[in-house]
C-alpha cells in the first residue's frame, strides 16, 4: 500500500529505474514507487522524464507541481484511473439527482459538525451557534448554513477582522493544506474510475475539480486544527513540512484507525457506495 509523500525541493533530475523513483542531485537518491502515494515537486528548477510520470501515473501516484512560490499550482489527473472508467463515467452522468441532493446535505452537515467541534475543544462558546446550524440543514443546503458558519467559525478561529481574501501566513496555511487534501480527494475520485469534473454541488465550468471541491469539504477543518495549533506566523519550508504532516495523522473511520490518505480513501469510496446504491447508509466520515 501507497503511504509516502515525497516532497522534491531543490534542482534534480527525476527519472525512472526499475520500479524505483531516482532522484539525481548532489547524491542520488532512491524510493520504490509502490511506497509513493503523494509527488510533490516543490521547485521548478526540476527535471524529469515522461516515462517517469507515466509509470507514477499506472500507479496511481497523486503529482502535484508547485509554482515559482513553491506554492501548489497543479496536479496530473490520469484519463483512466479504472479498467472500468468508461462504465462509472456513464454511471455517473445519470446519477439520480435526488441521492447527489441528499448526500450533499450530509457532507455540509458534518463539516460543520467537524467545525463545531474544533470551537467545542478550542472552548470558544461560539460552538453553540454552529451547533443549531448543524441541526438546521436541510436538503440541498438551500438556506446556506454552511456559508453561515462559515462565517461564525473563521471569526471565532482568527478574530473578527480575518479574511479569507487576505495575504498573510494564516491565509497561506489553509491554502496550502487545502490544496493537499483536494489533491488526495482527486487522487481517489480518478482511481475509483470517476471524473473530477462533475459535482454534486459545485459546477463552475472553469473548475476541473468540482467533485473533489465537494468531497473534500468535511476534511478542512482538520487543516484549520493544523494552522491553529501550529500558530504560524510565517509560512515557509518547516511550516509547510507540519502541513504535509497531517496526511499521515491518524484518524477513526470504520472504527478503526487509519492514516488520513487510506480515510480519504476508504470515504471517498463510501462516496460512489451510495450514489451508485442509492443508500445513504454507507457513508463513512472520519472521527478524531
Known amino acids: ?151 461564525v467559525y473563521f471569526n471565532s478561529l482568527f478574530g473578527k477582522s480575518f479574511s479569507r481574501k487576505e495575504d498573510n501566513s494564516i491565509n497561506a496555511a489553509l491554502n496550502y493544506g487545502y490544496s493537499l487534501i483536494l489533491s488526495a480527494i482527486n487522487r481517489e475520485i480518478s482511481a475509483n474510475g470517476y471524473l473530477t469534473q462533475l459535482g454534486l454541488f459545485h459546477n463552475n465550468v472553469h473548475n476541473p475539480f468540482n467533485l473533489g471541491c465537494d468531497l473534500m469539504e468535511p476534511f478542512r477543518p482538520l487543516v484549520d486544527r493544523a494552522v491553529v495549533d501550529n500558530k504560524f506566523e510565517q509560512f515557509g519550508k518547516e511550516e509547510k513540512q507540519l502541513m504535509l504532516a497531517l496526511l499521515s495523522q491518524e484518524v477513526m473511520i470504520k472504527g478503526k484507525k487509519e492514516k488520513l490518505l487510506n480515510a480519504i480513501k476508504i470515504y471517498v469510496k463510501s462516496i460512489f457506495d451510495v450514489l451508485e446504491e442509492q443508500d445513504e447508509s454507507l457513508i463513512s466520515f472520519y472521527e478524531l
Open 1 to 151: 500500500m501507497s503511504w509516502r509523500t515525497v516532497v522534491v525541493t531543490q534542482t534534480c533530475k527525476l527519472d525512472y529505474q526499475q520500479n524505483y523513483l531516482v532522484v539525481r542531485g548532489k547524491e542520488t537518491l532512491k524510493v520504490h514507487i509502490q511506497e509513493i502515494a503523494v509527488l510533490m515537486i516543490e521547485s521548478t528548477a526540476v527535471s524529469l522524464t515522461t516515462y517517469l510520470l507515466n509509470e507514477l501515473i499506472k500507479n496511481k501516484v497523486k503529482i502535484i507541481f508547485c509554482d515559482e512560490k513553491r506554492n501548489p499550482c497543479s496536479e496530473l489527473v490520469p484519463y483512466y484511473g479504472s479498467f472500468d472508467t468508461s462504465s462509472k463515467v456513464r454511471n455517473q452522468i445519470r446519477f439520480n439527482k435526488d441521492i447527489k441532493t441528499e448526500v450533499w446535505t450530509k457532507i455540509v452537515r458534518e463539516k460543520i459538525c467537524q467545525q463545531k467541534q474544533l470551537l467545542k475543544d478550542l472552548e470558544k462558546e461560539e460552538y453553540l451557534l454552529l451547533e443549531q446550524y448543524e441541526k438546521n440543514v436541510i436538503s440541498g443546503d438551500s438556506t446556506n448554513r454552511e456559508g453561515h458558519a462559515a462565517k
